[in-house]
């Protein structure tokens, strides 16, 4: 439960992680100087803007007549006239920078980050004084706490600055130390490098963009301090709790934040002045409370540990890899701590590094991408009972529908709403890439809104909260749905095609040798389009409503474009059987419909489920992080704990700063952030979902216990998941076998569990009546907040 290290991190990726969902901090933990990066969750460039392109309404009947010609390449060059401009960019905060008088010997360094208690810690001795930190971001009193102490008295000197690389300046108050700064009005991404100025700023009177300021204070309990504009000196202290906060002006996707603005100030005004109310042991009671009232709901043991003596994390990952199951363990546990820590009611969702970044231009912008890794963050959310922390999606997949339903009326003269491949703060719906400058295989892509309502209905499914399907999610669900049914068009042969269509960053061979991005009925529209339809048709019928509208959605549903299977066996990614750009290509997009998605099944369809699985085969076992998270969770689908361990493998190898060379090579930095290379925190929530998809499986009817359990994990238990139908389960297993499952019923719904074996079902001590239904289905009813006992019967052949 704890990432440890012997010395200071010497990279950004060596630093450690800690968050409260809006304000989050890397700690480098240095002996002379400790350097604390940090952000603010809603701190980005530009300012809401008109980013949609009426011309792209002109074009689009002239693009369908290429498409149905056949004239792919054609249609990639006329896909540049529909783009949109690029999002705007996550931006990083600063820096508090602690540069201490320490003179004398250094001995006994260690730092850490203990997942138990959501703190990072670092100790040494100078000659005899042992010197400790004790870091973390809190959720309750929003503010980063950081306390340092001497063991002898007096000894804690040091002087505590704050820098930016935005524009910014650092002034004093009577008691804290103030930065103010403002961010550029645009910042391009870093792969755009058609503008001299890819940062830019305005005059501050003309300007628009977002404002900011960061407040540090300090609380004694001996010595004394003296503040001036440069910095914040500690002199002949003991111990000592710096107290930071910061806010922006930042008012809402859809306002300025210059004329209509939050003030910075006052916000971080009150949360210092209310967070100095507080002792140190307070607020770190405070936030320990609140912090394991999610952490502490799943546990896991795979196994025991190969390691025997103290090892640090990085050696850890390179001597032991997923060989060692405790180290799987801390994977997903940091994976949860990172969510938690990036994801909480009110923020920001995570973005791309979650909520940590130092780079003015982050790679791809730091921003929301959404033709995987933004879905792929939240995949963990529900099945590991971190349901709170799915709520900045929710509220962002509501403000981008709004924006969306406008981009799908200005752009292509359809109803409902439609988001493309990028967003940011602002919620930009429609396509990026400079108005010709992106490649239509990744700008062009208005299928976000089919993806992301999944995420509405995933959230219903997990909590069976009805007032919330039908006020919040169902609205918006039908509204994607509306703009699927006037997307599509019919064929000759009276079937619905998606036109035009990419499969995500993925291009084919044309008959004529060329690549090309867009043809029609990409097999990832379609399976997309049918998880949407299949949605809303079940949320009509839980909803008692809309009984028309659902028929229309059956209709349309039973005649999309047949999915077929190709030459070699495989799913076919397009609408023929072209051959790839790249055969191991990272993106899967075509095996949606097997995870996340619900389409594919060994039982309901055998045929193209194995053709999926052909298609994985071919795709083969390399990728980026966030790929490797992707197979790891289809995998499981595929019921392969063996394979899937062999990609937690590719996963947990170190990658160092140096070796970053191969983009397409994934693995883990010494801080186990996932390395696409570079970092991108997706691969970290992707990896915890595909480990829980190997431990319990609730996409189809009945509940399946370890339906992938690798062979090199033989006894464990997990407790905590959560199952569709709002029910929390432990899992006990040995020797391989099922030895005895726990289900708690939140809602009282029927439960349905898929189990080989004979059971003994038990509510308390009573044993109770269970109804054997088709397929090798067990049912029986609960009631709320009860407990339910599942034991496997030995029958007398065993
Ligand atoms: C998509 C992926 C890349 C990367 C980027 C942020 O474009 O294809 O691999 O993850 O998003």
Not at 629 to 647: E, M, S
Request: hydrophobic letters at 35%; proline letters at 4%.
């Amino acid at each position: 439960m704890k990432l440890t290290y012997q010395t200071s991190a010497k990279s950004w990726t060596e630093a450690l992680p800690i968050g409260n969902g809006r304000l989050g901090a890397m700690i480098f933990g240095g002996v002379e100087l400790e350097r604390v990066q940090l952000n603010e969750d809603s701190l980005w460039s530009g300012s809401p803007k008109d980013w949609n392109n009426p011309e792209a309404k002109k074009y689009l009947p002239e693009m369908r007549k290429l498409i149905f010609a056949g004239k792919y390449v054609e249609a990639d060059q006329l896909a540049k006239k529909m783009m949109g401009p690029y999002t705007q960019s996550y931006l990083p905060l600063g820096d508090l920078l602690l540069t201490f008088d320490h003179i004398g010997r250094l001995s006994d360094y260690k730092r850490g980050l203990d997942l138990k208690d959501g703190i990072a810690r670092v100790q040494y001795m100078i000659d005899d004084v042992t010197y400790t930190r004790e870091m973390f971001s809190s959720f309750e009193d929003q503010v980063i706490v950081i306390h340092l102490k001497a063991n002898k008295e007096g000894k804690l000197n040091f002087t505590a600055r704050l820098n930016s690389l935005l524009q910014s300046v650092t002034e004093s108050s009577d008691e804290e130390l103030i930065l103010k700064g403002i961010c550029p009005e645009n910042v391009d991404p870093n792969y755009f490098r058609e503008n001299d100025q890819p940062i830019q700023y305005a005059q501050e009177e003309t300007g628009n963009s977002i404002t900011f300021e960061g407040r540090l204070a300090v609380k004694l309990e001996d010595g004394f301090y003296e503040l001036n504009d440069e910095g914040l000196q500690i002199k002949q202290a003991t111990a000592a709790t710096l107290f930071f906060s910061a806010a922006t002006s930042f008012n809402g996707y859809d306002k300025s934040p210059r004329k209509e603005g939050k003030a910075p100030s006052i916000a971080v005004m009150k949360y210092l002045k209310d967070a100095k109310k507080h002792t140190f042991e307070k607020l770190r009671e405070n936030h320990i409370r609140d912090y394991t009232s999610l952490f502490n709901r799943v546990e896991l043991d795979l196994g025991p540990s190969f390691v025997k003596e103290e090892i640090s994390t990085d050696q850890w990952i390179e001597q032991y890899g997923a060989s060692d199951p405790k180290l799987v363990e801390l994977l997903f546990h940091y994976g949860r701590y990172l969510m938690i820590t990036s994801s909480r009611p009110g923020t920001q969702p995570a973005n791309l590094q979650g909520i940590w970044n130092d780079m003015l231009q982050p790679p791809w912008s730091s921003n929301y991408t959404l033709n995987i890794n933004a879905q792929m963050n939240y995949w963990p959310v529900e099945t590991c009972n971190l349901a709170e922390c799915h709520e900045p999606l929710l509220t962002f997949i509501e403000e981008l529908s709004l924006n969306g339903e406008r981009t799908a009326e200005i752009n292509y003269g359809c109803r409902g709403w439609t988001a493309h491949h990028n967003s940011d703060i602002w919620r930009q719906s429609a396509p990026v890439g400079a108005y010709g400058h992106g490649d239509p295989v990744w700008t062009f892509w208005p299928m976000a809104g089919a993806w992301l309502s999944q995420h509405l209905w995933e959230h219903f499914a997990f909590s069976r909260n009805k007032q919330f399907l039908r006020e919040k999610a169902y609205p918006i669900m039908k509204k994607a749905a509306l703009f699927c049914i006037d997307w599509l068009i019919e064929d000759e042969a009276g079937y619905f095609v998606s036109a035009p269509s990419t499969s995500p960053e993925h291009k084919f061979v044309t008959e004529n040798g060329k690549l090309a991005a867009i043809s029609m009925a990409a097999t990832m529209d379609l399976t997309l389009i049918w998880d949407l339809f299949t949605n809303c048709i079940e949320a009509t019928k839980e909803l008692n409503c809309d009984i028309e509208f659902c028929k229309e959605l059956e209709e349309k549903r039973s005649k999309l474009f047949p999915l077929q299977i190709g030459q070699y066996g495989q799913l076919q990614e397009w609408i023929k059987d072209w051959e790839d750009q790249e055969i191991n290509h990272r993106h899967v997009s075509h095996l949606f419909g097997v995870y996340p998605g619900r389409q594919f099944t060994d039982h309901e369809t055998p045929e193209l489920f194995e053709a999926a699985k052909q298609s994985l085969l071919r795709r083969g076992d390399e990728g980026t992080g966030w790929s490797l998270a992707w197979k790891i969770a289809l995998w499981a689908r595929f019921k392969d704990g063996n394979r899937a361990l062999d990609l937690i493998s590719n996963l947990l190898q170190l990658v160092n700063e140096e070796n970053k060379t191969n983009y397409h090579k994934g693995g883990v930095y010494p801080n186990l952030f996932d390395a696409h290379p570079p970092f991108q925190i997706d691969g970290n929530f992707g990896f915890v979902a595909g480990l829980a998809e190997l431990l319990l499986q609730s996409h189809t009817e009945g509940i399946q216990f370890l339906p992938a359990l690798p062979d090199a994990w033989p006894n464990g238990y997990v407790r905590g998941l959560r199952a569709r139908g709002s029910f929390e389960i432990d899992i006990e297993w040995e020797n391989k076998q099922l030895k005895v499952v726990v289900i708690r019923s939140l809602k009282g719904e029927r439960c349905v569990i898929n189990i080989e074996n004979s059971v003994e079902v038990k509510a308390g001590e009573s044993v109770i009546d269970t109804e054997d239904i088709a397929n090798g289905l067990i049912a029986f009813s609960t009631k709320a907040r009860e407990s339910y006992t599942i034991r496997p019967i030995k029958t007398a052949a065993l």
